[in-house]
């Protein structure tokens, strides 16, 4: 078992023989492979609004993370690849680590980030392409590191056919994705993904032309009319009826509900703490060696045992509204 660092990325390796640089080649030939894949459904050119979007992002991050002291190098910073959701069928035939549904994805088997597009309005607008856009990108900074494994292909009677070599996402961010990990987390990752993506859209409706706003302006509108109790509506998507020509926000309650969290745990303490535990979260997001610091201060705060409770978070909506209740108690 070794973790072999490089430039962009690590390896975790285990159960393998092969020396760390036969490793690091059939990683490298595979994020290639995958990342041809995906140009091979990727239009040559983008439309100006994407590349808006994308340098805004860009633009953003680079804010941010000044912003709480932790610099970062537009190196970084991955800008995504644009996909038509009509070839999201074949992609996810083929490629590892892409879920149903998905509006984006990133992990570092695949490269780069990734972004559907379609010609559907209702829910693939301006706004919602720009959310996803940063919500991606904001991915692609932490740490990242890739899953190495030789699994044995069998008979029924215990004889090795084959040697097969597994590569998949280990770990993005403060998310464990290894197949082998303990707790496969997820909640903070994805919950601060979410948080930063909403103040992102209400950053960006300032800096936009004019022609581009009017999505944002509408999302605006619904949060202020909208009546919600357990998820701020900044956290919803903007659903578009094109029949009826009326509009209304969209929650994806898991995803919600863990912006929502990360929101809370931010207001529950003291203001001028705040900055410092943020700072903590980006710290631990880079080097898994100040986890345990995350983890202490998520404890002092909230009471000994709720990092644990996040960390085995299930993946529904249920096990994070639970954990949003602790918080708000």
């Avoid at 074949?90 to 780069?112: A, F, I, M, T």
């Avoid at 940063?134 to 740490?143: A, Y």
């Avoid at 926000?249 to 912006?259: E, I, P």
Wanted: hydrophobic share 35%; charged share 25%; with cysteine.
């Amino acid at each position: 078992m070794s973790i072999d660092s490089g430039r962009e990325y690590s390896i975790f390796s285990m159960n393998t023989e092969k020396t760390d640089q036969q490793v690091g080649q059939i990683v490298e030939d595979t994020r290639n492979k995958n990342e041809e894949l995906i140009k091979n459904y990727s239009p040559e050119k983008i439309s100006q609004t994407l590349k808006i979007f994308t340098a805004k992002a860009r633009q953003c991050l680079k804010e941010r993370f000044a912003d709480i002291d932790v610099p970062i190098s537009d190196s970084q910073i991955i800008d995504p690849l644009f996909v038509d959701d009509k070839y999201r069928d074949k992609l996810q035939k083929q490629l590892y680590e892409l879920s149903d549904n998905c509006s984006g994805s990133y992990g570092p088997v695949n490269k780069r980030p990734l972004v559907f597009l379609s010609d559907s309005l209702s829910l693939v607008n301006n706004y919602n392409l720009a959310d996803t856009i940063f919500h991606e990108m904001f991915h692609s900074t932490g740490i990242k590191v890739v899953f190495f494994e030789e699994q044995a292909e069998k008979t029924d009677n215990g004889v090795v056919l084959a040697n097969k070599d597994v590569v998949a996402d280990g770990r993005v961010g403060l998310a464990q994705q290894s197949p082998h990990s303990q707790y496969p987390s997820w909640l903070l990752e994805e919950g601060l993904a979410v948080y930063e993506s909403a103040a992102f859209c209400q950053k960006l409706v300032k800096k936009l032309p004019r022609k581009f706003r009017k999505e944002f302006i509408l999302h605006k509108q619904l949060e202020l009319n909208h009546k919600t109790t357990d998820i701020n509506p900044l956290y919803a998507k903007l659903y578009i009826d094109l029949d009826t020509k009326t509009s209304s926000l969209y929650f994806h309650r898991r995803y919600g509900l863990a912006g929502q969290l990360i929101e809370t745990m931010i207001k529950r303490i003291p203001q001028n703490e705040q900055k410092d535990f943020v700072k903590t979260i980006y710290i631990a997001r880079n080097d898994p060696k100040q986890v345990s610091r995350l983890a202490q201060k998520i404890d002092h705060y909230y009471g000994s045992g709720t990092y644990a409770k996040i960390l085995k978070c299930e993946h529904d909506e249920w096990s994070v509204s639970s954990i949003l209740q602790k918080i708000q108690s």
